[in-house]
């Protein structure tokens, strides 16, 4: 018996054009002015409607089912993508759908050697984490008023860049980008340490700086909850086949 698709994503008749125009009430298509494009991102326009460009969402379903099969693929093998999106409309999103999915997640700001220098990044956790630990066991009430206060400032510094790395003990698998226009250089760190880019790429971005482009508004917090909706279910998907999986194996 074959198994069954992760991705849930109809490939044709009324439950794909059903998808569509949810996909277009969500302003998943709208994308920039035309005197924004990027040439390469041509392919994926459909048309032009009051001097803005309209993505084509069938290339958009077409692209999202690639990038979706590698999630899923990643999950299967234990391995967690990280996701960043740092707009300001991104950040809660962010937050609530990595905290779902158990990702780890940048949605402060990008910290420049992220990836080609998590040794750093990882000692900053570390201090983060014995900071939390020491402060919960009473330790700081060795230390003045002003001292406490101050390493509490610092704390909270170092959750705001940190925090949502926790669950990253080593480099990940991929990165998922929301924001490439704000965050390239998450894309350019993870090209260097051949870690495959995941992102929403619109009207005004190069496509080839993602691995998995998908064609999508990344200023609408519509469009990116659409797409984290879909993203999430797929790895909820393959967490529950990756566990009936390991079940098998332990019957075995």
């Not at 950040?91 to 998590?118: D, H, M, S």
């Amino acid at each position: 018996m074959a198994k069954k698709s992760i991705v849930d994503l109809p490939k044709e008749g009324k439950a794909f054009e059903d998808l569509v125009e949810e996909m277009t009430k969500a302003g998943v298509g709208f994308g920039h002015r035309t005197s924004k494009l990027h040439p390469k991102m041509e392919p994926y326009i459909l048309g032009i409607k009051s001097t803005v460009h309209i993505i084509n969402l069938e290339k958009t379903v077409e692209e999202l089912r690639k990038a979706l099969a590698f999630i899923g693929e990643l999950i299967l093998q234990n391995k967690l993508p990280l996701l960043a999106g740092t707009k300001v409309q991104f950040r809660e999103l962010v937050e609530e759908i990595a905290k779902a999915c158990q990702l780890p997640y940048v949605n402060q700001r990008w910290i420049g050697g992220t990836l080609t220098n998590f040794s750093v990044i990882t000692e900053r956790i570390k201090r983060l984490e014995k900071m939390e630990e020491e402060e919960q066991k009473g330790e700081w009430e060795k230390y003045s008023k002003k001292e406490r206060i101050a390493l509490n400032n610092e704390r909270k510094k170092l959750e705001g860049k940190f925090g949502g790395l926790r669950k990253m003990k080593n480099l990940p698998a991929a990165v998922f980008i929301l924001d490439l226009d704000k965050n390239a250089l998450a894309a350019r760190e993870a090209r260097k340490k051949g870690i495959k880019v995941i992102a929403l790429v619109d009207t005004n971005i190069n496509p080839e700086l993602a691995d998995y482009p998908i064609p999508a508004s990344d200023d609408a917090i519509s469009s990116a909850r659409f797409i984290l909706d879909q993203v999430q279910k797929t790895i909820k998907a393959a967490q529950v086949q990756a566990l009936s999986e390991e079940v098998k194996e332990q019957k075995k």
